[in-house]
């Protein structure tokens, strides 16, 4: 993060604590579901979301471009994209418990914002071009849509196991049916897939505007290639039917494990994007 007032940087800070909260009231509600408690979750949550978004408009403001262009901002893009539409889902189907699944996500995600906010990342030529922050930005809410897909897939392994032991709890009323969760994780599955696949397409696109050859050893590009690979052949799996229910549920929850914990281990091991390292391509 480069020069990040202190001013600006307790609003990141405000938006994590307060996920905090929301994330109490969510899992009371999994065992106790009360509205009072989904509504009080919600409105945390929406709060968190308010406070971040102030922050990235201050910080826009302060670089005077998109902040899009270091593996902190990025990882704040994933964080504030994923709030959103966690909050956007529960404002619309209400379900309440299905953010128990999706807001542990969303403060994790936060959280992992803290461990490159402590790195000096400096924005190098080229990363004002609109064909980047373009890729960054779908890149950032593909990651989004998959993190809630395995949210999605999470409630949907909950109803699933009650189904089996036919012990149906209190989670099992709170959720919608297996047919329309299923539904819903494979729609977000594939709104990421297609979100990741303009974002290497875009980046392509950056990569030929400065002259730098499309084959690279790049391990973002890989990984990113990699799990564009996995979604797709789980999707079309799906639509054959070999892949459907309780596996795919499995697969998106496995992808997505691949895909959080790959970003941060490439990052932190293989210092990201080639371009970012002074050298190399």
Same mark, same amino acid.
């Given at each position: ?93 209400? =379900? *309440?418990? +299905?953010?128990?699944? /999706? @807001?542990? #996500?969303?403060? $994790?995600? &936060? !959280? ?65 049916? =297996? *047919?329309? +969760?299923?539904?819903? /994780? @494979?729609? #977000?599955?594939? $709104?990421? &897939? !297609? ?66 914990? *790959?970003?941060?281990?490439?990052? /932190?091991?293989?210092?990201?994007? $080639?371009? &970012? ?5």
């Amino acid at each position: 993060m480069t020069d990040m007032p202190p001013a600006f940087f307790w609003l990141y800070r405000t938006a994590f604590v307060l996920q905090l909260p929301a994330l109490a009231f969510f899992v009371t509600y999994a065992f106790k579901p009360k509205r009072s408690l989904a509504l009080a979750a919600t409105a945390f949550l929406a709060a968190s979301l308010l406070a971040h978004v102030l922050f990235t408009v201050l910080l826009a403001g302060s670089a005077g471009r998109l902040p899009l262009a270091s593996g902190f901002e990025a990882i704040s893009a994933w964080g504030l994209a994923l709030t959103a539409l966690v909050v956007e889902v529960e404002w619309r189907h209400r =379900l *309440g418990l +299905l953010g128990a699944f /999706l @807001a542990p #996500l969303s403060a $994790a995600t &936060l !959280l992992m914002g803290f461990r490159f906010a402590l790195s000096a990342d400096l924005p190098v030529p080229g990363l004002g071009d609109g064909w980047l922050l373009s890729h960054v930005a779908l890149a950032m809410l593909s990651y989004a849509f998959f993190t809630a897909a395995a949210g999605a897939a999470g409630a949907y392994l909950v109803q699933d196991s009650q189904l089996k032991s036919k012990r149906m709890g209190a989670l099992f009323y709170e959720l919608p049916p =297996l *047919g329309e +969760l299923e539904g819903l /994780l @494979a729609r #977000l599955a594939g $709104a990421g &897939l !297609l979100a990741l696949c303009l974002a290497i397409a875009a980046g392509f696109v950056w990569r030929l505007r400065l002259g730098l050859p499309l084959a690279s050893a790049d391990p973002k590009i890989g990984f990113s290639l990699g799990m564009a690979c996995a979604y797709a052949l789980g999707l079309l799996a799906r639509l054959q039917g070999p892949l459907r229910g309780r596996r795919f549920a499995w697969l998106c929850v496995l992808l997505f494990l691949a895909l959080f914990f *790959g970003v941060y281990l490439v990052d /932190l091991y293989f210092g990201g994007h $080639a371009f &970012l390292r002074p050298g190399v391509a």
